[in-house]
């Protein structure tokens, strides 16, 4: 695929880290200022018949793909699964106190990890234990993510019997060669074979996770993956251009003994995925996402409710996002909350009834608008400056930083409306960041924006 000149000067140029902003402040900005009281205080302020969203993290794998950069741990028994249970049912019964009237609760998202690591009267034990304190309903949805090498038919069942909607399988890619490098080996015939389970069992929603710029992966190996993920018509792909931060996940130095695609292969790939997916009937959603027409997140979309969150996009509505486990974060109208990634610290604070957060990040009135205008231009491309006037004032280098944006075809202002150009779309995260006053552009933060 042919790059022109234009971009090639443009990948040149803006090819540099900067956030995925799926929070404002970005998760580099949370430090350690969240108090115990603030927690039990954002929770007794819930607002009143405000449907919630749920995340449950599970930081168990069966083997550690080398390109991971989730927060996760490979076991061989079950042990400190049952025992991270034990923990994660008191954390939710630490926080749930707290919570009254029972809010509705409209999504329940397990991530990881590999929730399906899990045994399913175990996860269903954690629905039932969240159930104790938010309300459930058929409007409730559940999502698990889940490794396909590891969900068998019993598991695939029991999903069907507990409620499950959607199921995120981690695909990645298809080609043998690429699977060995990352030390991911899972035929595609594997995935087909869930994919028919799961949509035999009436699981229709289906997500599969892409990645492009995987070590050994070339054009021509990323056509084929396409081709066969778009064979089995999952509702959603999700298309992450591979982070390589070997000074966060060090187990990812294990690639660098192969051919990485470089700059320009890894913007070709991209375009090529969006492309083809879009020719194959899917709706592109923001920078990375794609649904078939049919599919909640395009209609979302369509609607202008298309919403970004730690999940990356999403149509779930809810302003609180509350988060149990290990690393997990949540967000409410006055902070982002982290929990603690680390394990024993993790035990000692649920053991002594306090809640297992190390870090967050409390939100002004300045933080919420601009949380509001980046979402807004992540998800719909444009945004109508005039009513973020006041955010102008208190950080001037935005209009120089979107003249430079301007001159460069990234963007186009008319009477205060910015649009972001087709051939500017790539280039998002960096638009996003004229906004973002705490943003450094530092080397060895955030991985690159292309
Ligand atoms: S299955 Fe997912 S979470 Fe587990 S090691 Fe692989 S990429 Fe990481």
Known sequence: MEIDKKTLHLLQKYDRPAPRYTSFPTAAQFTHAVSQDSCLSFLKTLPEKESVSLYVHIPFCHSLCHYCGCNTKVVNTYAPVRAYLDLLHKEIDNAGQYVS??????????????????KPE??????????????????????????PRYLDGDTIKAYA???????SLGIQDFDPVVQEAINRIQPFEQVKSCVEDLRANGIEKINFDLMTGLPLQTLES????????????????????????PWMKKH?????KYEMPGTQVRFAMTAFVDKTLQESGYTAIGIDHYARPDDSLTIAQNEDRLRRNFQ??????????????????SSYTQSYTQNTTDAPAYRAAV???????ARGCPLTDDDRARRRLIEKLMCDFELDLSAFRVLLETFPQTRSTLSLLAQDGIIELKNDHLTITEIGKPFTRIVASAFDPYFQGAEGRHARAV
Request: with cysteine.
């Open 101 to 118: 009237g029972k809010p509705r609760a409209a999504l329940l998202h397990f991530g990881g990890g590999s929730p399906n690591y899990l």
């Open 252 to 256: 990812q130095k294990l690639l660098e």
């Open 122 to 147: 175990d996860i269903k034990a954690v629905i039932e234990k969240l159930g104790e304190y938010f309300t459930f309903g058929a409007e409730t949805a559940i999502d698990i993510e889940s490794d």
């Open 161 to 167: 019997d507990m409620g499950v909607s959607r199921v």
């Open 351 to 357: 053991e002594k009834g306090e809640f297992p957060v």
């Open 222 to 245: 990323l056509a084929r993956t396409v081709e066969q993920a778009v064979s089995l018509a999952p509702h959603r792909l999700s298309v992450f251009p591979y982070a390589h931060v």
């Open 312 to 329: 990356g996009y999403t149509d779930d509505p809810c302003e609180t996002v509350i988060g149990f486990g290990l690393s997990a974060i």
